[in-house]
């Protein structure tokens, strides 16, 4: 925002409350409420305003502050922005970044703790980005923000209290990118968002018991560094996708497809899955955690494919 | 406001080459030249002249499924209008888009939309966007009646109010949201008066007369570019065809669709008062006519002489990937 005054923020309760999750905590002080512009509560409003401004020449991040509440503006992403270039023969760029976060783990249940990243990997014309960390957080959101097309930017609301190292200054993660953040020789782990974390702790808990597992997070869904998935699989030998969203029509069922058209004569095994129970997400902290996959399912299932 | 000979001559036109593109649109279809569907905007014409003579080149407008009207209005070349019909490269969207989604960007035309409301926030953003740079350009968001019950329009006219956008909402009740009458619609005859629940100004105008339309955008369009806010307008109209190309319209008589066009045509209406007032000779009028339509059967056959569509590629789906 410091170098570029086309851009603006828009969302509910951004502003002196910095934020249902207080992302935007202290923009208003240092950009003042023009471009930090708390907006009411009217999802199709402000993102369509978003598209429209994207249109016309700014740069905008529109805050949904809950991933759930995207069904309220699902017209102007899916119907406008994802697709106003195409439709206009290339008339139209639409610079629009839409931050959202999702996931389970703080008891919100159903309305407010869905895995949606599919339903939008779907659309043509929109990229998807989901960080894990803290650097990649900051490194991608420059990227979404600087990129030509609409990004929905998808965080995790149990990330907000992670900590790592982020660097200062210019930083930029560029989109389509995975990372490796574990090499290792026994099988892939595909995975993104909060299930990075907990991708690393069983690959931690693999090793002491002799398994060398590699750790790719995605970091951008779309567009899909495909190179680095077969990359790896050709490897390892081996394919384990995790994620929180649930398994049925989930991205995962992409990866594996991909890897199964792709690299089939590669593979040791056949392609797993390990993602959330086909269920609304309960309430109780116990029913919570019981269906999305946890470190010990990883380690679980893990083993299975090696074993 | 009155209305010199040279603006009174080009509503006339403007109407009359709306009227012909219709009508030529329509015999194409039949000749099975268009794909698809086609929406028309004949009986309305004096909504989208009678506000876009006051639009710049560089103020924006959001367009509708019967979006025709509000392109060749904002000055669309009518070639690359049918072009686009005719599912050619040489169409404002290279054939992508068809009638519904026209658009003409270096026109600040934001496109026609196939969804109902769908133009009504993004005409807003166009806005903020003016707003933001600290320019005078305005927007306008042109929608039908069906739209006016959709949830973009309330949250869009709150949002242009409380930041006094410069924004000109213009809702066409054409009497008819697909096949359902306003009267079955609305608890209200008065669609206007939503705008005072939103905190800002709201007109009625009769459409039959462009006359009517021109002053009471041109009120709008001037206290918007002033920082004065939003205004809604509601264009009382008549639509001549169905509500697509071939609707059989059983929700409404023959009679009343004779007797409407009759009453409820703006260009015929146009010619009367052109004459009346001594801005123009019928002769001179009937000028009109016949430029307007040599002009349009170039732009056809232009269009028809161009290349079919070429095929996609992956940069017009991502500016990058």
């Known amino acids: ?307 | 406001m009155t209305i010199d000979r040279a603006t009174a001559l080009d509503l006339y036109r403007v109407m009359r080459r709306i009227r012909r593109f219709e009508q030529r649109s329509t015999t194409l279809f039949g000749e099975n030249k268009i794909w698809g569907t086609i929406h028309s905007y004949a009986g309305e014409e004096a909504i989208a002249a009678g506000v876009c003579a006051h639009l710049r080149n560089d103020d924006w407008i959001t367009s509708t499924h019967r979006g025709h009207g509000h392109c060749i209005a904002k000055r669309a070349d009518l070639g690359k209008m049918y072009a686009e019909l005719l599912g050619r490269e040489t169409g404002y969207c290279r054939g992508r888009g068809g009638s519904m989604h026209i658009a003409d960007t270096s026109k600040g035309n934001l496109g026609a939309n196939g969804i109902v409301g769908g133009g009504i926030p993004i005409a807003t953003g166009a806005a903020l966007t003016a707003r933001q740079l600290g320019t005078d350009q305005v927007a306008v968001s042109f929608f039908g009646d069906g739209a006016a019950n959709e949830g973009t329009f309330h949250e869009s006219l709150n949002l242009a109010a409380i930041w006094k956008l410069p924004v000109i909402y213009v809702c066409e009740n054409n009497q008819y949201a697909e096949s359902l009458p306003v009267g079955k619609a609305f608890a209200t005859d008065d669609i206007a008066s939503r705008a005072t629940g939103y905190g800002m100004p709201g007109v009625n105008v009769d459409a039959r007369d462009v006359r009517l339309v021109y002053a009471v955008a041109g009120e709008a369009i001037t206290l918007a570019r002033a920082g004065g806010g939003p205004t809604l307008i509601v264009a009382e109209a008549y639509r001549h065809e169905g509500h697509y190309y071939g609707d059989p319209q059983q929700y409404r008589t023959k009679e009343e669709i004779e007797l409407w066009r009759v009453t409820f045509d703006p260009i015929i209406n146009a010619r009367a008062w052109l004459t009346s007032d001594g801005l123009a000779t019928e002769a001179e009028i009937d000028a009109v006519d016949r430029e307007v339509d040599e002009e349009t059967e170039a732009a056809i056959a232009w269009a028809e002489t161009g290349p079919i569509a070429s095929p996609i590629t992956p940069e017009e789906i991502y500016a990058s990937y």
């Open chain 1, 1 to 307: 925002m410091q170098r570029d005054p086309r851009i603006l923020v828009m969302g509910e309760d951004i502003a002196e409350h910095g934020g249902a999750f207080q992302v935007t905590a202290g923009l208003l002080a240092e950009f003042g409420p023009d471009r930090i512009r708390q907006t009411p509560i009217s999802e199709i409003g402000i993102v369509g305003a978003g598209v429209g401004a994207a249109l016309t020449g700014l740069r905008p991040v529109v805050e949904l502050m809950y991933i759930d509440f995207s069904g309220l503006a699902i017209d102007q992403i899916v119907n406008q922005a994802a697709q106003n270039r195409f439709m206009f023969g290339g008339q139209a760029r639409v610079p629009l970044v839409v931050r959202t976060q999702g996931g389970s783990g703080r008891g919100n249940a159903a309305q407010h703790s869905k895995s949606l990243e599919a339903w939008f990997t779907h659309v043509a014309g929109l990229k998807v980005v989901m960080p894990a960390t803290p650097a990649d957080a900051k490194g991608l959101l420059a990227a979404a923000i600087r990129d030509d097309d609409p990004v929905m930017f998808i965080e995790h609301k149990l990330l907000y209290r992670t900590k790592g190292p982020v660097p200062e200054g210019e930083h930029v993660v560029p989109l389509g990118k995975a990372d490796v953040k574990r090499q290792g020789s026994d099988l892939t782990i595909v995975t993104w968002s909060r299930e990075v974390l907990f991708a690393l702790e069983a690959a931690a808990t693999l090793a002491a018991d002799g398994v060398d597992a590699e750790v790719i997070d995605l970091r951008s869904l779309v567009p899909l560094d495909r190179e680095a998935i077969l990359a790896s699989v050709r490897k390892t030998r081996r394919l384990l996708v995790v994620h929180e969203a649930i398994k049925r029509g989930g991205y995962g069922a992409e990866i594996a497809a991909l890897v199964a058209e792709e690299a089939f004569d590669d593979l040791d095994a056949p392609p797993r899955r390990l993602a959330g129970v086909e269920t609304p997400i309960p309430y109780a902290a116990h029913l919570e955690r019981g269906v999305v996959p946890q470190v010990e399912d990883i380690v679980r299932v893990a083993k299975e494919l090696v074993g």
